[in-house]
Protein backbone atom coordinates (compact mmCIF):
# COMPACT_ATOMS: atom_id res chain seq x y z
CA UNK A 1 0.00 0.00 0.00
CA UNK A 2 1.40 3.41 -0.90
CA UNK A 3 1.07 6.08 1.86
CA UNK A 4 1.51 9.59 0.58
CA UNK A 5 3.56 11.82 3.41
CA UNK A 6 3.04 15.45 3.45
CA UNK A 7 5.02 17.65 4.93
CA UNK A 8 3.71 20.32 6.82
CA UNK A 9 2.37 23.37 5.13
CA UNK A 10 4.27 26.81 5.42
CA UNK A 11 2.11 29.62 5.31
CA UNK A 12 4.57 31.31 3.66
CA UNK A 13 4.42 29.15 0.30
CA UNK A 14 0.92 31.20 -0.93
CA UNK A 15 -0.74 28.21 -1.88
CA UNK A 16 1.38 26.73 -4.03
CA UNK A 17 0.14 23.51 -3.68
CA UNK A 18 -2.81 24.74 -4.75
CA UNK A 19 -1.69 26.64 -7.85
CA UNK A 20 -0.98 23.82 -10.07
CA UNK A 21 -1.56 25.71 -13.29
CA UNK A 22 -2.86 22.71 -15.10
CA UNK A 23 -6.13 22.21 -12.48
CA UNK A 24 -8.05 25.19 -12.62
CA UNK A 25 -9.86 26.25 -9.13
CA UNK A 26 -12.47 28.17 -10.17
CA UNK A 27 -15.37 25.58 -9.48
CA UNK A 28 -18.46 27.30 -9.87
CA UNK A 29 -20.37 30.39 -10.53
CA UNK A 30 -22.77 32.52 -7.54
CA UNK A 31 -26.26 32.05 -8.80
CA UNK A 32 -28.16 32.68 -5.86
CA UNK A 33 -27.92 34.42 -2.88
CA UNK A 34 -30.20 35.02 0.44
CA UNK A 35 -28.74 36.57 3.35
CA UNK A 36 -25.50 34.70 4.27
CA UNK A 37 -26.75 30.87 1.98
CA UNK A 38 -25.46 31.11 -1.29
CA UNK A 39 -26.52 28.35 -4.26
CA UNK A 40 -23.28 28.06 -6.01
CA UNK A 41 -23.93 26.11 -9.75
CA UNK A 42 -21.55 23.68 -10.96
CA UNK A 43 -20.44 20.99 -13.48
CA UNK A 44 -19.14 17.96 -12.08
CA UNK A 45 -17.89 15.17 -13.82
CA UNK A 46 -17.33 11.39 -12.57
CA UNK A 47 -13.74 11.50 -13.04
CA UNK A 48 -12.68 14.94 -11.71
CA UNK A 49 -11.65 15.83 -8.77
CA UNK A 50 -14.89 16.54 -5.78
CA UNK A 51 -13.66 16.47 -2.95
CA UNK A 52 -13.97 20.17 -2.44
CA UNK A 53 -17.72 20.20 -2.16
CA UNK A 54 -17.63 17.55 0.48
CA UNK A 55 -19.73 19.13 3.19
CA UNK A 56 -18.50 21.07 6.10
CA UNK A 57 -15.55 22.09 3.11
CA UNK A 58 -14.52 25.85 3.28
CA UNK A 59 -15.09 27.55 -0.71
CA UNK A 60 -14.16 31.68 -1.49
CA UNK A 61 -16.20 33.50 -3.75
CA UNK A 62 -13.97 36.14 -5.01
CA UNK A 63 -15.78 39.63 -4.92
CA UNK A 64 -13.34 42.32 -5.83
CA UNK A 65 -10.16 42.37 -4.48
CA UNK A 66 -12.12 40.26 -1.18
CA UNK A 67 -12.38 36.36 -0.64
CA UNK A 68 -15.65 35.48 0.65
CA UNK A 69 -15.40 32.87 2.52
CA UNK A 70 -18.25 30.16 2.39
CA UNK A 71 -19.02 26.70 4.23
CA UNK A 72 -20.46 23.87 1.95
CA UNK A 73 -23.80 22.47 3.95
CA UNK B 1 -25.74 19.75 -2.57
CA UNK B 2 -28.77 18.84 -5.62
CA UNK B 3 -28.58 17.41 -9.09
CA UNK B 4 -31.50 19.73 -10.48
CA UNK B 5 -32.13 17.71 -13.25
CA UNK B 6 -32.61 14.57 -10.78
CA UNK B 7 -30.44 12.37 -12.75
CA UNK B 8 -27.07 11.44 -13.20
CA UNK B 9 -25.01 10.35 -16.57
CA UNK B 10 -21.76 8.51 -15.79
CA UNK B 11 -19.13 9.64 -17.62
CA UNK B 12 -20.26 12.67 -18.85
CA UNK B 13 -21.16 16.23 -17.05
CA UNK B 14 -23.63 16.90 -14.79
CA UNK B 15 -24.86 19.92 -13.70
CA UNK B 16 -24.61 20.42 -9.72
CA UNK B 17 -26.22 23.16 -6.98
CA UNK B 18 -24.35 23.87 -3.99
CA UNK B 19 -25.67 25.07 -1.25
CA UNK B 20 -22.82 27.45 0.66
CA UNK B 21 -23.26 29.11 4.15
CA UNK B 22 -21.00 32.68 4.05
CA UNK B 23 -19.28 33.24 7.16
CA UNK B 24 -16.41 35.22 6.71
CA UNK B 25 -14.11 37.56 4.44
CA UNK B 26 -10.58 37.55 3.79
CA UNK B 27 -8.65 40.50 2.84
CA UNK B 28 -4.73 41.02 1.61
CA UNK B 29 -3.04 43.32 4.65
CA UNK B 30 -0.83 46.51 2.93
CA UNK B 31 2.00 43.66 3.17
CA UNK B 32 -0.13 41.11 0.85
CA UNK B 33 -0.91 38.63 3.66
CA UNK B 34 -4.19 37.01 3.89
CA UNK B 35 -6.23 37.79 7.26
CA UNK B 36 -9.60 36.45 8.06
CA UNK B 37 -12.62 39.09 9.30
CA UNK B 38 -15.82 37.31 10.69
CA UNK B 39 -19.61 38.57 8.78
CA UNK B 40 -19.86 39.77 5.32
CA UNK B 41 -19.10 43.76 4.76
CA UNK B 42 -20.21 43.33 1.15
CA UNK B 43 -21.85 41.00 -0.81
CA UNK B 44 -20.86 39.40 -4.15
CA UNK B 45 -22.63 40.00 -7.38
CA UNK B 46 -24.56 37.15 -9.26
CA UNK B 47 -22.28 35.10 -11.40
CA UNK B 48 -18.81 35.59 -8.77
CA UNK B 49 -16.72 33.39 -9.28
CA UNK B 50 -16.56 30.46 -6.53
CA UNK B 51 -13.04 28.46 -6.50
CA UNK B 52 -11.63 26.17 -4.19
CA UNK B 53 -10.14 28.32 -1.07
CA UNK B 54 -6.10 28.55 -1.08
CA UNK B 55 -4.57 27.14 1.43
CA UNK B 56 -3.26 30.70 2.64
CA UNK B 57 -6.43 31.56 3.31
CA UNK B 58 -7.19 28.31 4.80
CA UNK B 59 -4.30 29.18 7.44
CA UNK B 60 -5.55 32.81 7.89
CA UNK B 61 -8.93 31.56 8.64
CA UNK B 62 -7.88 29.60 11.43
CA UNK B 63 -4.72 31.32 12.70
CA UNK B 64 -4.35 33.35 16.28
CA UNK B 65 -3.86 36.80 14.95
CA UNK B 66 -1.72 37.57 18.09
CA UNK B 67 -2.77 35.28 20.43
CA UNK B 68 -1.35 32.42 21.87
CA UNK B 69 -2.40 28.86 19.98
CA UNK B 70 -1.87 25.16 20.88
CA UNK B 71 -2.15 22.37 18.55
CA UNK B 72 -4.80 20.06 19.30
CA UNK B 73 -4.90 18.36 15.71
CA UNK B 74 -5.39 18.97 12.29
CA UNK B 75 -8.29 20.58 10.24
CA UNK B 76 -10.55 17.67 8.20
CA UNK B 77 -9.66 19.76 4.99
CA UNK B 78 -6.49 20.28 5.02
CA UNK B 79 -4.41 17.92 7.40
CA UNK B 80 -1.52 19.79 6.56
CA UNK B 81 -3.08 22.80 8.67
CA UNK B 82 -2.71 22.58 12.56
CA UNK B 83 -6.33 22.92 14.59
CA UNK B 84 -5.56 25.60 17.15
CA UNK B 85 -7.49 26.50 20.67
CA UNK B 86 -6.37 29.34 22.71
CA UNK B 87 -6.00 27.49 25.97
CA UNK B 88 -6.43 30.34 28.38
CA UNK B 89 -9.99 31.03 26.43
CA UNK B 90 -10.58 27.22 26.61
CA UNK B 91 -10.04 27.00 30.05
CA UNK B 92 -11.30 30.54 31.81
CA UNK B 93 -14.60 30.44 29.87
CA UNK B 94 -15.43 26.93 30.54
CA UNK B 95 -15.63 24.07 27.69
CA UNK B 96 -17.84 21.22 26.69
CA UNK B 97 -17.29 17.82 24.83
CA UNK B 98 -20.18 16.34 23.57
CA UNK B 99 -20.22 13.52 21.35
CA UNK B 100 -22.09 9.56 21.79
CA UNK B 101 -20.53 6.52 23.02
CA UNK B 102 -18.05 5.54 21.29
CA UNK B 103 -16.53 8.24 18.90
CA UNK B 104 -13.56 9.18 21.52
CA UNK B 105 -14.73 11.79 23.61
CA UNK B 106 -12.57 10.34 26.97
CA UNK B 107 -9.22 10.54 24.88
CA UNK B 108 -9.59 13.81 23.80
CA UNK B 109 -10.39 15.02 26.89
CA UNK B 110 -7.29 13.88 28.59
CA UNK B 111 -5.18 15.19 25.45
CA UNK B 112 -6.77 18.81 26.16
CA UNK B 113 -6.13 18.05 29.55
CA UNK B 114 -2.27 17.12 28.71
CA UNK B 115 -2.21 19.99 26.28
CA UNK B 116 -3.96 22.67 28.84
CA UNK B 117 -1.24 21.24 31.46
CA UNK B 118 2.00 21.80 29.22
CA UNK B 119 0.34 25.65 28.93
CA UNK B 120 -0.22 26.39 32.16
CA UNK B 121 2.07 25.34 34.71
CA UNK B 122 -0.13 26.10 38.02
CA UNK B 123 -2.96 24.31 36.45
CA UNK B 124 -5.14 21.97 38.36
CA UNK B 125 -7.25 19.38 37.07
CA UNK B 126 -10.23 17.66 39.08
CA UNK B 127 -11.91 14.57 37.16
CA UNK B 128 -15.12 13.85 38.00
CA UNK B 129 -14.53 9.71 36.64
CA UNK B 130 -18.17 7.48 36.97
CA UNK B 131 -16.53 5.25 34.68
CA UNK B 132 -12.88 4.88 35.92
CA UNK B 133 -11.24 5.29 32.46
CA UNK B 134 -9.27 8.19 32.84
CA UNK B 135 -6.18 7.01 35.72
CA UNK B 136 -4.40 5.05 32.79
CA UNK B 137 -3.99 8.56 30.87
CA UNK B 138 -2.09 10.05 33.58
CA UNK B 139 0.19 7.54 35.06
CA UNK B 140 2.92 10.09 36.25
CA UNK B 141 0.78 13.29 37.00
CA UNK B 142 -2.09 11.87 38.61
CA UNK B 143 -3.23 10.72 41.92
CA UNK B 144 -5.75 8.42 41.64
CA UNK B 145 -8.86 8.66 44.35
CA UNK B 146 -11.15 5.86 44.47
CA UNK B 147 -13.12 3.46 47.62
CA UNK B 148 -9.97 2.41 49.14
CA UNK B 149 -7.94 5.75 48.37
CA UNK B 150 -10.48 8.48 48.92
CA UNK B 151 -10.74 10.44 52.06
CA UNK B 152 -13.82 12.79 52.69
CA UNK B 153 -14.75 13.50 56.31
CA UNK B 154 -18.26 13.04 56.96
CA UNK B 155 -18.28 15.71 58.49
CA UNK B 156 -17.46 18.13 55.92
CA UNK B 157 -20.53 17.39 53.66
CA UNK B 158 -22.96 20.16 54.17
CA UNK B 159 -26.38 19.48 55.44
CA UNK B 160 -28.64 18.88 52.28
CA UNK B 161 -25.54 16.33 51.35
CA UNK B 162 -25.79 14.27 54.65
CA UNK B 163 -29.17 14.07 54.03
CA UNK B 164 -29.23 12.47 50.85
CA UNK B 165 -26.45 9.83 52.41
CA UNK B 166 -28.49 9.33 55.45
CA UNK B 167 -32.15 8.73 53.51
CA UNK B 168 -30.40 6.91 50.45
CA UNK B 169 -31.99 9.88 48.07
CA UNK B 170 -35.62 9.90 49.29
CA UNK B 171 -37.70 12.88 50.20
CA UNK B 172 -37.66 12.81 53.76
CA UNK B 173 -40.55 14.64 56.29
CA UNK B 174 -40.42 17.33 58.12
CA UNK B 175 -39.93 15.38 61.11
CA UNK B 176 -36.97 13.49 59.95
CA UNK B 177 -34.94 17.04 58.25
CA UNK B 178 -35.77 18.80 61.54
CA UNK B 179 -34.39 15.93 63.83
CA UNK B 180 -31.09 15.26 61.89
CA UNK B 181 -30.14 19.08 61.39
CA UNK B 182 -30.77 19.56 65.34
CA UNK B 183 -28.77 16.19 65.67
CA UNK B 184 -26.12 17.62 64.00
CA UNK B 185 -25.73 20.30 65.15
CA UNK B 186 -25.90 19.04 69.12
CA UNK B 187 -23.17 16.97 67.94
CA UNK B 188 -20.95 19.54 66.28
CA UNK B 189 -21.35 21.56 69.86
CA UNK B 190 -20.85 18.61 72.08
CA UNK B 191 -17.54 18.00 70.31
CA UNK B 192 -16.40 21.72 70.24
CA UNK B 193 -17.34 21.89 73.76
CA UNK B 194 -15.43 19.31 74.50
CA UNK B 195 -12.36 19.89 72.79
CA UNK B 196 -12.35 23.85 74.32
CA UNK B 197 -12.59 22.36 77.51
CA UNK B 198 -9.54 20.45 77.04
CA UNK B 199 -6.72 23.30 76.44
CA UNK B 200 -3.92 21.54 77.77
CA UNK B 201 -4.05 18.73 75.27
CA UNK B 202 -1.39 20.11 72.81
CA UNK B 203 -2.29 17.35 70.30
CA UNK B 204 -6.08 18.49 70.15
CA UNK B 205 -5.62 22.26 69.92
CA UNK B 206 -2.85 21.46 66.74
CA UNK B 207 -5.87 19.10 64.93
CA UNK B 208 -8.26 21.83 65.57
CA UNK B 209 -6.56 25.20 64.74
CA UNK B 210 -9.79 27.06 63.74
CA UNK B 211 -12.67 26.26 65.53
CA UNK B 212 -15.64 28.55 65.49
CA UNK B 213 -17.16 29.42 68.58
CA UNK B 214 -19.40 26.42 69.68
CA UNK B 215 -22.60 29.39 68.98
CA UNK B 216 -21.48 29.82 65.61
CA UNK B 217 -21.75 25.71 64.63
CA UNK B 218 -24.43 25.03 62.33
CA UNK B 219 -25.41 21.68 60.98
CA UNK B 220 -23.11 23.12 57.80
CA UNK B 221 -19.98 24.44 59.41
CA UNK B 222 -17.65 21.89 58.00
CA UNK B 223 -16.11 20.92 61.61
CA UNK B 224 -15.86 17.56 63.30
CA UNK B 225 -17.78 15.71 65.57
CA UNK B 226 -18.16 11.76 66.22
CA UNK B 227 -20.87 9.44 64.90
CA UNK B 228 -20.73 7.88 68.77
CA UNK B 229 -21.65 11.67 69.51
CA UNK B 230 -24.73 11.80 67.57
CA UNK B 231 -26.02 8.40 69.14
CA UNK B 232 -25.68 9.30 72.61
CA UNK B 233 -27.52 12.36 71.46
CA UNK B 234 -30.23 10.32 70.00
CA UNK B 235 -30.58 7.94 72.99
CA UNK B 236 -31.18 10.94 75.45
CA UNK B 237 -33.72 12.53 73.00
CA UNK B 238 -35.19 8.98 73.09
CA UNK B 239 -35.15 8.11 76.54
CA UNK B 240 -37.25 11.49 77.30
CA UNK B 241 -40.33 11.72 78.10
CA UNK B 242 -41.91 14.66 76.62
CA UNK B 243 -40.32 13.85 73.48
CA UNK B 244 -39.23 16.69 70.63
CA UNK B 245 -39.26 14.13 67.19
CA UNK B 246 -41.23 10.64 66.86
CA UNK B 247 -39.68 7.86 67.96
CA UNK B 248 -39.91 5.95 64.92
CA UNK B 249 -37.87 8.48 63.42
CA UNK B 250 -35.18 8.95 66.03
CA UNK B 251 -34.86 5.19 66.33
CA UNK B 252 -34.55 4.83 62.31
CA UNK B 253 -31.92 7.36 62.19
CA UNK B 254 -30.46 5.69 64.77
CA UNK B 255 -30.10 2.16 63.05
CA UNK B 256 -29.03 4.07 60.01
CA UNK B 257 -26.18 5.69 61.56
CA UNK B 258 -25.13 2.73 62.86
CA UNK B 259 -25.65 0.77 59.81
CA UNK B 260 -23.77 3.24 57.56
CA UNK B 261 -20.74 3.58 60.33
CA UNK B 262 -20.35 0.45 60.39
CA UNK B 263 -20.48 -0.51 56.68
CA UNK B 264 -16.92 -0.60 54.94
CA UNK B 265 -18.17 0.86 51.48
CA UNK B 266 -18.42 4.06 53.63
CA UNK B 267 -14.78 3.58 54.98
CA UNK B 268 -13.76 6.91 53.06
CA UNK B 269 -16.65 8.96 54.86
CA UNK B 270 -16.63 7.45 58.40
CA UNK B 271 -13.35 5.78 58.95
CA UNK B 272 -11.53 5.77 62.51
CA UNK B 273 -8.94 8.92 60.91
CA UNK B 274 -12.15 11.45 59.52
CA UNK B 275 -12.49 12.28 63.40
CA UNK B 276 -9.61 14.48 63.92
CA UNK B 277 -9.79 17.35 62.47
CA UNK B 278 -7.92 16.48 59.35
CA UNK B 279 -9.67 19.47 56.75
CA UNK B 280 -6.10 20.87 55.73
CA UNK B 281 -4.69 17.31 54.75
CA UNK B 282 -7.41 15.87 53.04
CA UNK B 283 -8.11 19.51 51.05
CA UNK B 284 -4.21 19.52 50.48
CA UNK B 285 -4.33 16.01 48.54
CA UNK B 286 -7.81 16.27 46.74
CA UNK B 287 -7.01 19.45 45.05
CA UNK B 288 -3.16 19.34 44.96
CA UNK B 289 -1.84 22.22 47.06
CA UNK B 290 0.99 21.84 46.68
CA UNK B 291 1.14 20.32 43.40
CA UNK B 292 3.83 17.61 44.34
CA UNK B 293 4.74 17.30 39.90
CA UNK B 294 0.91 15.45 40.01
CA UNK B 295 -2.01 18.50 39.11
CA UNK B 296 -4.38 15.85 38.21
CA UNK B 297 -6.90 14.56 40.82
CA UNK B 298 -8.95 11.29 38.95
CA UNK B 299 -11.26 10.77 41.94
CA UNK B 300 -12.78 7.25 40.83
CA UNK B 301 -16.82 6.70 41.44
CA UNK B 302 -17.79 3.27 40.11
CA UNK B 303 -16.54 1.63 43.26
CA UNK B 304 -18.63 4.34 45.78
CA UNK B 305 -22.07 3.17 46.87
CA UNK B 306 -24.90 4.95 44.59
CA UNK B 307 -26.42 6.61 47.11
CA UNK B 308 -23.21 8.58 47.80
CA UNK B 309 -22.19 9.20 44.69
CA UNK B 310 -24.16 12.76 44.18
CA UNK B 311 -22.76 14.06 47.65
CA UNK B 312 -19.51 13.57 47.09
CA UNK B 313 -19.89 15.20 43.47
CA UNK B 314 -21.39 17.91 45.41
CA UNK B 315 -19.13 18.51 47.98
CA UNK B 316 -15.65 18.16 45.65
CA UNK B 317 -17.34 20.92 43.52
CA UNK B 318 -18.12 23.15 45.90
CA UNK B 319 -15.44 22.94 47.45
CA UNK B 320 -13.14 23.60 44.56
CA UNK B 321 -15.17 26.58 43.91
CA UNK B 322 -14.24 28.02 47.35
CA UNK B 323 -11.01 27.08 47.92
CA UNK B 324 -10.56 29.08 44.28
CA UNK B 325 -12.94 32.10 45.50
CA UNK B 326 -11.05 31.92 49.04
CA UNK B 327 -7.78 31.64 47.38
CA UNK B 328 -7.39 35.12 46.50
CA UNK B 329 -7.02 33.74 42.75
CA UNK B 330 -3.79 32.08 43.24
CA UNK B 331 -5.40 28.63 42.45
CA UNK B 332 -6.74 27.54 39.07
CA UNK B 333 -8.47 24.27 38.98
CA UNK B 334 -10.38 22.91 36.24
CA UNK B 335 -12.82 20.37 37.51
CA UNK B 336 -13.82 17.79 34.51
CA UNK B 337 -17.17 16.54 34.80
CA UNK B 338 -17.69 13.27 32.89
CA UNK B 339 -21.55 12.38 32.37
CA UNK B 340 -22.49 15.51 33.60
CA UNK B 341 -26.11 15.04 32.64
CA UNK B 342 -26.03 12.55 35.34
CA UNK B 343 -25.59 15.37 37.86
CA UNK B 344 -26.72 18.53 35.97
CA UNK B 345 -30.00 17.41 34.41
CA UNK B 346 -32.34 19.33 32.32
CA UNK B 347 -35.25 18.19 34.67
CA UNK B 348 -34.97 20.00 37.89
CA UNK B 349 -37.27 16.99 39.68
CA UNK B 350 -33.97 14.82 38.46
CA UNK B 351 -30.72 14.83 40.13
CA UNK B 352 -29.60 16.26 43.36
CA UNK B 353 -30.12 19.98 44.18
CA UNK B 354 -26.94 20.93 45.77
CA UNK B 355 -24.68 19.23 43.07
CA UNK B 356 -26.24 21.12 40.37
CA UNK B 357 -26.42 24.25 42.56
CA UNK B 358 -22.13 23.47 43.30
CA UNK B 359 -21.35 22.43 39.45
CA UNK B 360 -23.83 25.91 38.40
CA UNK B 361 -22.05 27.83 40.85
CA UNK B 362 -18.59 26.96 39.01
CA UNK B 363 -20.25 27.62 35.44
CA UNK B 364 -22.00 31.23 36.35
CA UNK B 365 -19.33 32.62 38.87
CA UNK B 366 -16.48 30.55 38.39
CA UNK B 367 -14.26 32.46 35.72
CA UNK B 368 -13.69 35.05 38.04
CA UNK B 369 -12.04 33.37 40.74
CA UNK B 370 -9.98 30.55 38.71
CA UNK B 371 -12.03 27.76 38.53
CA UNK B 372 -13.49 25.96 35.27
CA UNK B 373 -15.86 23.85 34.25
CA UNK B 374 -15.28 21.02 31.50
CA UNK B 375 -18.31 19.60 30.57
CA UNK B 376 -18.53 16.09 29.26
CA UNK B 377 -21.36 14.54 28.04
CA UNK B 378 -23.78 12.14 25.16
CA UNK B 379 -27.03 13.92 25.56
CA UNK B 380 -26.57 17.38 26.13
CA UNK B 381 -30.46 17.84 25.33
CA UNK B 382 -30.66 15.99 28.98
CA UNK B 383 -27.96 18.88 30.01
CA UNK B 384 -28.76 21.71 32.37
CA UNK B 385 -29.28 24.38 29.65
CA UNK B 386 -28.09 26.80 32.03
CA UNK B 387 -24.54 24.93 32.20
CA UNK B 388 -24.37 24.71 28.37
CA UNK B 389 -25.22 28.31 27.63
CA UNK B 390 -21.99 28.72 29.79
CA UNK B 391 -19.46 26.43 27.95
CA UNK B 392 -18.01 29.07 25.59
CA UNK B 393 -16.16 26.57 23.51
CA UNK B 394 -17.31 23.29 22.45
CA UNK B 395 -16.12 20.08 20.66
CA UNK B 396 -18.78 18.61 19.21
CA UNK B 397 -18.51 14.99 17.94
CA UNK B 398 -20.50 12.66 16.34
CA UNK B 399 -23.82 13.18 17.69
CA UNK B 400 -27.08 11.29 15.69
CA UNK B 401 -29.55 12.19 18.44
CA UNK B 402 -32.11 15.09 16.61
CA UNK B 403 -32.96 16.66 20.21
CA UNK B 404 -29.35 16.82 21.04
CA UNK B 405 -28.42 18.62 17.54
CA UNK B 406 -30.92 20.80 18.16
CA UNK B 407 -29.17 22.15 21.26
CA UNK B 408 -25.89 22.45 19.30
CA UNK B 409 -27.09 24.60 17.21
CA UNK B 410 -29.02 27.09 19.36
CA UNK B 411 -25.21 27.10 20.73
CA UNK B 412 -24.05 28.35 17.30
CA UNK B 413 -24.07 31.35 15.60
CA UNK B 414 -26.50 31.89 13.05
CA UNK B 415 -23.94 32.15 10.59
CA UNK B 416 -22.66 28.52 11.55
CA UNK B 417 -25.78 26.83 12.28
CA UNK B 418 -25.45 24.86 8.73
CA UNK B 419 -21.98 22.67 10.17
CA UNK B 420 -25.01 20.77 12.88
CA UNK B 421 -26.61 19.33 9.74
CA UNK B 422 -23.39 16.60 9.03
CA UNK B 423 -22.54 16.58 12.81
CA UNK B 424 -24.21 12.68 11.94
CA UNK B 425 -21.70 11.78 10.05
CA UNK B 426 -18.39 12.60 11.68
CA UNK B 427 -15.95 10.15 11.66
CA UNK B 428 -14.00 9.13 15.14
CA UNK B 429 -12.35 11.54 16.76
CA UNK B 430 -13.86 14.28 14.38
CA UNK B 431 -15.29 17.19 15.41
CA UNK B 432 -17.01 20.24 15.11
CA UNK B 433 -14.93 22.63 17.56
CA UNK B 434 -16.68 26.49 17.90
CA UNK B 435 -16.68 29.10 20.43
CA UNK B 436 -14.27 31.18 21.95
CA UNK B 437 -11.46 29.69 22.18
CA UNK B 438 -11.44 29.04 17.94
CA UNK B 439 -11.30 31.25 15.66
CA UNK B 440 -13.72 30.33 13.96
CA UNK B 441 -15.82 26.70 13.80
CA UNK B 442 -13.49 24.31 12.35
CA UNK B 443 -14.23 20.94 11.51
CA UNK B 444 -11.09 19.17 12.98
CA UNK B 445 -9.91 15.57 13.40
CA UNK B 446 -8.38 15.50 17.08
CA UNK B 447 -4.22 14.75 17.74
CA UNK B 448 -3.60 11.23 19.32
CA UNK B 449 -3.11 11.47 22.95
CA UNK B 450 0.71 11.34 23.85
CA UNK B 451 1.27 8.32 26.19
CA UNK B 452 4.43 8.29 28.32
CA UNK B 453 6.97 5.37 27.32
CA UNK B 454 6.10 2.06 28.38
CA UNK B 455 2.50 2.91 29.49
CA UNK B 456 -0.06 1.28 27.18
CA UNK B 457 -3.52 1.81 26.30
CA UNK B 458 -6.58 0.59 28.04
CA UNK B 459 -7.55 -3.33 26.96
CA UNK B 460 -10.79 -1.35 25.42
CA UNK B 461 -8.64 1.23 23.42
CA UNK B 462 -6.44 -0.93 22.19
CA UNK B 463 -9.12 -3.39 20.68
CA UNK B 464 -7.86 -6.46 22.71
CA UNK B 465 -10.28 -8.23 24.67
CA UNK B 466 -10.47 -8.40 28.14
CA UNK B 467 -9.24 -11.29 30.25
CA UNK B 468 -11.74 -14.16 31.14
CA UNK B 469 -12.60 -13.70 34.67
CA UNK B 470 -11.50 -17.30 36.61
CA UNK B 471 -12.64 -18.99 39.54
CA UNK B 472 -10.01 -16.59 41.83
CA UNK B 473 -12.00 -13.65 40.39
CA UNK B 474 -15.20 -14.85 42.11
CA UNK B 475 -13.06 -13.91 45.65
CA UNK B 476 -11.75 -10.67 44.54
CA UNK B 477 -15.53 -9.78 43.17
CA UNK B 478 -16.63 -10.89 46.46
CA UNK B 479 -14.19 -8.83 48.81
CA UNK B 480 -15.16 -6.46 47.13
CA UNK B 481 -19.09 -6.22 47.48
CA UNK B 482 -18.42 -6.93 51.22
CA UNK B 483 -16.07 -3.54 51.33
CA UNK B 484 -12.55 -5.77 51.80
CA UNK B 485 -10.17 -3.57 50.67
CA UNK B 486 -7.54 -5.34 48.45
CA UNK B 487 -7.27 -7.05 44.72
Not at chain 1, 35 to 62: C, E, F, P, R
Not at chain 2, 317 to 322: E, L, N, Q, T, W
Not at chain 2, 459 to 486: K, M, N, Q, W, Y
Request: aromatic share 6%; charged share 20%.
Amino acid sequence: MNIEVRQPLNIEETGRHLRDPTKSRVLGHLISLNGMHGLIATDITVDSSNDQWSVGHLISIQHDGARLVGVVC
Amino acid sequence: MTAPDKAWASGATNNVLIKVELNGVVLDDPEGKPRFYRGIQAYPRLGAIAHRIRATDLASIYAFNGRVGIEIGKLSQDDRIPAKVSVEELVSRHFAVIGSTGVGKTTTVCMLIQKILAARSNQRVLIIDPHNEFASHFPDTSIVLDSDSLELPFWMFKFEEMVEIIFSGRKPSTDETDALYDLIKSAKTRFSSAQTSAPSNALSAVRRPATPETGNISADTPVPYRIADAIQVLDGWMGKLDQTYPLPVMRAMKNRLEALARDPRYRFMFGKAMIEDNMARVISKIFRIPTDDKPVTVVQLAGLPNEVVNSVVSVLARMAFDISLWGGGGYQIAVICEEAHRYIPKDSSLGFGPTRTAIGRIAKEGRKYGVSLGVVTQRPSELDPTVVSQCSTMFVMRLPNEADKAIIRSALAESSGSIVSFLSSLADREAIAFGEAIPTPMRMRFANIVRPPGVTPPAHEAGAPAPALTGADVFRVIRRLRGESGD
